[in-house]
Antibody, heavy 118, light 107 residues
Framework: QVQLVESGGGVVQPGKSLRLSCAGS????????FHWVRQAPGRGLEWVGD????????YYADSVKGRFTISRDNSKNTLYLQMNSLRVEDTAVYFC???????????WGQGTLVIVSS | DIQMTQSPSSLSASVGDRVTITCQAS??????LNWYQQKPGKAPKLLIY???NLETGVPSRFSGSGSGTDFTFTISSVQPEDFATYYC??????????FGGGTKVDI
């Protein structure tokens, strides 16, 4: 069955960088686009960005544009979220999700917690 | 940017009640709207896509309707396992996604 497993979360100081990974299995990874969605503690869902199946197109929320980069390695069935210049307000659980069709996150990982704190 | 306004932000219901949640877009979004359920500590689960289509495996007591700017999500007879937070989500052609603020359904 489809499985997505995020990793790489942790505690990081403001201004620093962190890279999250999302490993996929149980499906043909290269056929799918992916989303990153985050959820701050006690808050709602916020879309972070997405990447097409071939990896040549990625789109971002205004709140992370210029600081975060989404990439993928289809040979490793892995999606990445490079987060630079982290801010306290980036503290959240970060989920990756497959895109079943344009704009339809379908299968989700369990999430990884990122805490930005001095 | 399109804004998605979900209401109410919370509601209380009893088992067997009919529950309705609305989502209003700040401009016409056709039927580009999905609905998710999220339980505490868990990832969201897709329930309804393209405003009114039931995702495979989702019970038929869940339904969605609407087009344009006004959308409705209904649980026809709420069950104990349905107590959760529900989100609407708009998408455009890129896609760029926008989530509503969420509706917490509790007992």
């Amino acid at each position: 069955q489809v499985q997505l497993v995020e990793s790489g979360g942790g505690v990081v100081q403001p201004g620093k960088s962190l890279r999250l990974s999302c490993a996929g299995s149980g499906f043909t990874f290269s056929h799918y686009g992916f989303h990153w969605v985050r959820q701050a503690p006690g808050r709602g869902l916020e879309w972070v960005g997405d990447i097409w199946n071939h990896g040549r197109n990625a789109y971002y929320a205004d709140s992370v544009k210029g600081r975060f980069t989404i990439s993928r390695d289809n040979s490793k069935n892995t999606l990445y979220l490079q987060m630079n210049s982290l801010r306290v307000e980036d503290t959240a659980v970060y989920f990756c999700a497959t895109d079943a069709a344009v704009g339809r996150p379908q299968a989700w990982g369990q999430g990884t917690l990122v805490i930005v704190s001095s | 940017d399109i804004q998605m306004t979900q209401s109410p932000s919370s509601l209380s219901a009893s088992v067997g009640d009919r529950v309705t949640i609305t989502c209003q877009a700040s401009q016409d979004i056709n039927n580009y709207l999905n609905w998710y359920q999220q339980k505490p500590g868990k990832a969201p689960k897709l329930l309804i896509y393209d405003a009114s289509n039931l995702e495979t495996g989702v019970p038929s007591r869940f339904s969605g309707s609407g087009s344009g700017t006004d959308f409705t999500f209904t649980i026809s007879s709420v069950q104990p396992e349905d107590f959760a937070t529900y989100y609407c989500q708009h998408f455009d052609s890129l896609p760029v996604l926008t989530f509503g603020g969420g509706t917490k359904v509790d007992i």
